[in-house]
């Protein structure tokens, strides 16, 4: 058993490092969205149908636009006191809610004299790219800037007048989504937009919205603030909290591991015994998640021969909200010596090592760590 889950866990690990990019098996490795697909899928914001493909070159109506904006956002449980009349949807209609908080948050512009939403009509490269653009705060352009940033698009002329300035924003942005090909540079605002398009766009508009949420959304993607381990060298950009490498932070076992029983490469599970937090109190990694690692190097206390060695390295994190990621971290057990100990076990060999779960232990990472402090979500 031991065996088995050695394995699962190198597999799991190199399954991370591949970014899950056998995710759907009509997404090829080398598509052009994989990676906005696959990780949008893992996150539960997009999915796939129900024989297991994506189907990437399908189009999206404009109430599952909605639905998905929504969900990358994160804003699936704000209550919109006030929704907007529609005659073509009701309160029954499954997308109603999503629907009603993308033009809570101003994500769907329209008229007070609009008596249709058009939920089933496919949404357009213009309208998904103009919500994702709606979602921010951005600098303000004119339609000479806006033309100017497009001029390099074959079909500029055809844009329609409504749309140059989102267009152009999105431009700016890097978030005028078009698929790769050796064709000239098309916007074609008015083509349905393909789900790899949308993914993509989505994938970028949550880049963009940690950073600069607009108005509206700024005021419900707070970072959560808590008390606990306080990292004084992480940094904080937007709702953006970074762990550097080098960071030192205390793990707990949740069993006892000894020099003298235990042997290299046996696995270990460990808890974050407390919130690893910034300075300013935002929690980057909750109280609970748990860790998942091997023993690098066990050797045992002979004597006159050596001390006890007991070497941890750390892979995976799971946190509360059932994320898999990469946490790469050592740490070395030790005992706690005054200066008399230290000389008698630099000339007297044989010291043997144990950690028993209620004693943390130290570890530094060795890869930074980037959160989503609104969510904590960790960032690959």
């Known amino acids: 058993m031991k065996n088995i889950f050695k394995v699962m866990l190198s597999s799991f690990a190199v399954m991370l490092a591949a970014?899950?990019?056998?995710?759907?098996?009509?997404?090829?490795?080398?598509?052009?969205?994989?990676?906005?697909?696959?990780?949008?899928?893992?996150?539960?914001?997009?999915?796939?149908?129900?024989?297991?493909?994506?189907?990437?070159?399908?189009?999206?109506?404009?109430?599952?636009?909605?639905?998905?904006?929504?969900?990358?956002?994160?804003?699936?449980?704000?209550?919109?006191?006030?929704?907007?009349?529609?005659?073509?949807?009701?309160e029954e209609f499954w997308a109603y809610d999503a629907i009603q908080k993308s033009l809570y948050f101003e994500l769907i512009s329209y008229s007070p004299e609009s008596e249709l939403f058009r939920p089933d009509d496919s949404v357009s490269r213009a309208e998904s790219i103009t919500m994702a653009v709606n979602a921010l705060t951005t600098q303000d352009i004119t339609d000479v800037k806006a033309v100017e940033v497009l001029k390099n698009y074959t079909d500029l002329t055809s844009v329609p007048e409504s749309f140059i300035i989102p267009a152009g924003k999105a431009e700016i942005l890097n978030m005028l989504v078009t698929i790769p090909s050796e064709?000239?540079?098309?916007?074609?605002?008015?083509?349905?937009?393909?789900?790899?398009?949308?993914?993509?766009?989505?994938?970028?508009?949550?880049?963009?919205?940690?950073?600069?949420?607009?108005?509206?959304?700024?005021?419900?993607?707070?970072?959560?603030?808590?008390?606990?381990?306080?990292?004084?060298?992480?940094?904080?950009?937007?709702t953006i909290g970074t762990i550097p490498a080098g960071t030192i932070v205390p793990i707990r076992l949740t069993k006892a591991i000894s020099s003298q029983i235990n042997k290299s490469g046996d696995i270990f599970?460990?808890?974050?015994?407390?919130?690893?937090?910034?300075?300013?109190?935002?929690?980057?990694?909750?109280?609970?998640?748990?860790?998942?690692?091997?023993?690098?190097?066990?050797?045992?206390?002979?004597?006159?021969?050596?001390?006890?060695?007991?070497?941890?390295?750390?892979?995976?994190?799971?946190?509360?909200?059932?994320?898999?990621?990469?946490?790469h971290a050592e740490g070395e057990i030790t005992k706690d010596r005054n200066w008399f100990m230290k000389i008698i076990r630099a000339l007297l060999k044989g010291e043997k090592l144990e950690n028993l779960p209620e004693n943390s232990v130290d570890v530094k990472l060795l890869k930074p760590v980037k959160v989503d402090l609104t969510n904590g979500w960790i960032i690959e």
């Open 269 to 327: 599970v460990a808890v974050v015994p407390m919130n690893y937090v910034t300075k300013e109190n935002y929690i980057l990694i909750n109280k609970g998640s748990t860790l998942k690692g091997q023993l690098l190097d066990v050797r045992k206390g002979k004597w006159f021969v050596r001390n006890g060695v007991l070497v941890l390295d750390n892979n995976l994190i799971v946190t509360p909200n059932d994320q898999t990621a990469r946490f």
């Open 19 to 90: 970014g899950c990019a056998f995710a759907f098996p009509d997404v090829a490795e080398d598509h052009w969205a994989v990676k906005q697909i696959n990780e949008l899928s893992e996150r539960g914001i997009i999915v796939g149908y129900p024989d297991g493909t994506f189907q990437p070159d399908e189009n999206v109506t404009r109430a599952e636009f909605a639905s998905m904006a929504i969900n990358a956002l994160g804003q699936e449980g704000i209550h919109v006191a006030q929704p907007v009349k529609f005659t073509d949807i009701t």
């Open 183 to 238: 064709n000239a540079k098309r916007i074609e605002a008015t083509r349905p937009a393909t789900r790899a398009e949308v993914a993509v766009i989505l994938y970028r508009m949550i880049e963009e919205a940690r950073l600069n949420p607009n108005a509206k959304l700024a005021e419900v993607m707070r970072p959560k603030s808590g008390e606990g381990f306080v990292i004084d060298e992480a940094t904080v950009q937007g």
